[in-house]
């Protein structure tokens, strides 16, 4: 049943484009499907998550992170009677403004773009779901709905100043109230993010060997998860041992925000969705105990993972590639494909727009193709084998 706190589809503030809705979908329904049929994530398939798209089938992407984040945004959302189709839209487009090569080709576009009003991903991904995916006849974008939007754009908390332009420029024409938290449908996907990668990061960490078992069982959290298992299944094999203790740690995670969310909802007692984004304040979060023991695994994590010698090496060789992509396309946009050219032709009135029009370019390549690309520029194999965050 639905709560009155939730996101209703039957009242949604509708789409900036007028569409009749769906005979048989709500409107969030719809938006999670164009979502999932756009060629932004298809693409992250071959996106880095934390380790090179290349390296391995079992690494994690950022198509199966994003799916991992649905799946337990959804659980979330059923057991606090919110809108699981907005939810799950919103979870699964969170990472489509994601450039290659994860973090790192995320702060090389940064800073090549520092002069034309810099580059953040959040932002990007409205800019793929309103304005770079063109397949309809009658709009630009997906023309998704104003809470999916809202969502996406404002997932994380209230957008502080000064406001990315990308996402400046369409609230200019649909105001998102940036101003506001987003609704408990968009906090909860925003929070299964945080579970998703704090989960799989050590599970892809301890396969790529970067630390070991006896090491995350002496972790808050893990400590326990390890001794339950020990204690239910005495010699159990090594493999199976750690993937129980991670399971287990996954479901401590999604229970603490569960119950603190439902601890918090009862005090508040939001009695319609502009009650939870006027609550001043998150109110799907971890507990402070779980968060304190997070910031300790998370402290490990970016010591031993995402800044181990091998991978700050491979930050350092996949930055250049986006450095030396970049400045390339801006000197030569000829080179561009057709329809990018023709971007170019339209509106590239200046450098700036021409700068936004290579970076939504370069942005929109997988990691295999933007090796491809380096190769068939500038020739030779850009980079080893490796791991990078």
Not at 103 to 113: R, V
Not at 273 to 301: C, E, N, Q, T, Y
Request: net charge negative; glycine share 6%; aromatic share 8%.
């Amino acid at each position: 049943m639905r709560a009155p706190y939730a996101c209703d589809p039957t009242r949604t503030r509708g789409r900036r484009v007028p569409e009749e809705e769906s005979t048989f979908r709500s409107p969030f329904q719809r938006d999670r499907d164009r979502i999932i049929h756009a060629s932004a994530f298809r693409r992250l398939k071959h996106k880095t998550q934390v380790f090179v798209e290349h390296e391995g089938d079992y690494f994690r992407t950022r198509l199966t992170h994003s799916i991992e984040v649905a799946q337990v945004a959804r659980t979330m959302a059923r057991a606090l009677g919110l809108d699981e189709e907005l939810t799950e839209a919103v979870a699964l487009a969170h990472d489509l403004g994601h450039p290659p090569f994860g973090h790192t080709g995320e702060d090389a576009l940064q800073a090549l773009m520092a002069p034309h009003g810099g580059f953040d991903h959040n932002a990007q991904a409205i800019r793929i779901v309103t304005h770079l995916e063109r397949h309809y006849a009658e709009f630009d974008g997906l023309n998704l709905s104003w809470e999916t939007l809202e969502g996406i754009a404002k997932h994380n908390g209230p957008v502080p100043e000064p406001t990315p332009w990308a996402l400046a420029a369409y609230c200019d024409a649909h105001d998102l109230e940036l101003h506001t938290h987003a609704s408990a449908e968009a906090q909860v996907a925003a929070i299964a993010d945080d579970v998703a990668y704090n989960h799989h990061d050590l599970h892809d960490g301890l396969r790529a060997e970067l630390f070991s078992t006896d090491e995350l069982a002496e972790l808050p959290i893990l400590d326990a998860c390890f001794a339950e298992v020990d204690a239910l299944y005495p010699g159990l094999n090594y493999y199976r041992r750690r993937h129980e203790a991670l399971r287990r740690f996954f479901g401590v995670l999604v229970e603490d925000v569960i119950g603190y969310a439902r601890a918090e909802l009862a005090a508040l007692d939001p009695q319609s969705a502009g009650d939870i984004r006027a609550a001043g304040r998150p109110i799907i979060r971890f507990s402070d105990p779980i968060f304190a023991d997070l910031k300790v695994i998370r402290d490990f994590l970016f010591h031993r993972m995402y800044r181990a010698p091998s991978v700050v090496e491979m930050r350092v060789e996949v930055t250049r590639v986006v450095r030396e992509l970049f400045p390339h396309f801006m000197a030569h946009p000829e080179e561009l494909p057709k329809q990018w050219r023709k971007d170019v032709e339209d509106i590239a009135g200046d450098e700036t727009q021409l700068a936004r029009i290579v970076c939504d370019y370069i942005s929109g390549m997988t990691d295999r193709f933007a090796l491809q690309t380096h190769g068939r520029v500038f020739g030779g194999t850009p980079i080893r084998k490796g791991i990078f965050a």
